[in-house]
Structures are given as structure tokens and as C-alpha cells.
């Protein structure tokens, strides 16, 4: 049983910050690669950022590099998201989401939403300028 639940989104004013939290039911949760992603009304999902499960490797789509930092902390088994100088193109619903480790996967790093297994139920995220 896996279960992913996020937490931390509201309504903020462009310019401003949010830190979502991701609290991940998974006993070898340090095996898990762990990404956020996020769906705005009417648009696919699409990948906003990922650690590796070692920690040493982080990843972040173009469009919010310099502004958002992902972390982890394998002991608490959570997954954050800080989120800096927001605006309202960052408005959506956000995701966290983990993916099986190698020795189901292999080594394969992805940001495809498809290549990750377990998903939590988003939490809402609302810029307004």
C-alpha cells in the first residue's frame, strides 16, 4: 500500500511563496525517485521538478529553475517544494508523485507523467496578480 498526500498550497499573491509538503506511506521510501508535477485547467499534466532517490540529483522544467527548489528528507519520508516569486502562470493544481525504484524500474531516469506509479491527490496552488 502506497499513498502520497500533499499539502501546503492556497491562494497567493504574485510575487510571493508557497512550500507544498508530499508525506509518502512507503516503507523503502528512499528507493523511490520523487517528482512534482502540475495540471492547470484545460492543460496536461506536466513535469515541474524531481529528486533522485539518492538525493544527489535534482531536476526542474525551464519555466521555474532559480525559483523553485524540490528536497527531500528520506527519515520523515516527506518531499517539499519550495516555491519562490510565484505568478499566475504557476496557478494549478499540484501533484506529488513517486516512482518504483531500479530494481522494478531499472535506472532510467523519467518526467513522464506515465513513468511514475503512485500519485497523491494534488493540492491547489492559486496565483493572482
Known amino acids: 500500500q502506497v499513498q502520497l498526500v500533499e499539502s501546503g498550497g492556497g491562494l497567493v499573491q504574485a510575487g510571493g511563496s508557497l512550500k507544498l509538503s508530499c508525506k509518502a506511506s512507503i516503507a523503502t521510501f528512499s528507493m523511490y525517485d520523487m517528482g512534482w508535477f502540475r495540471q492547470a485547467p484545460g492543460k496536461e499534466r506536466e513535469f515541474v521538478a524531481a529528486v533522485r532517490w539518492h538525493g544527489g540529483i535534482k531536476h526542474y522544467t525551464d519555466s521555474v529553475k532559480g525559483r523553485f527548489t524540490v528536497s527531500r528528507d528520506n527519515p520523515g519520508k516527506m518531499v517539499y517544494l519550495e516555491m519562490n516569486s510565484l505568478n499566475p502562470e504557476d496557478t494549478a493544481v499540484y501533484y506529488c508523485?513517486?516512482?518504483?525504484?531500479?530494481?522494478?524500474?531499472?535506472?532510467?531516469?523519467?518526467?513522464?507523467?506515465?513513468?511514475?506509479?503512485?500519485w497523491g491527490q494534488g493540492t491547489q496552488v492559486t496565483v493572482f496578480s
Open positions: 508523485a513517486a516512482r518504483n525504484p531500479t530494481y522494478v524500474r531499472g535506472s532510467t531516469y523519467s518526467e513522464l507523467p506515465r513513468e511514475f506509479d503512485y
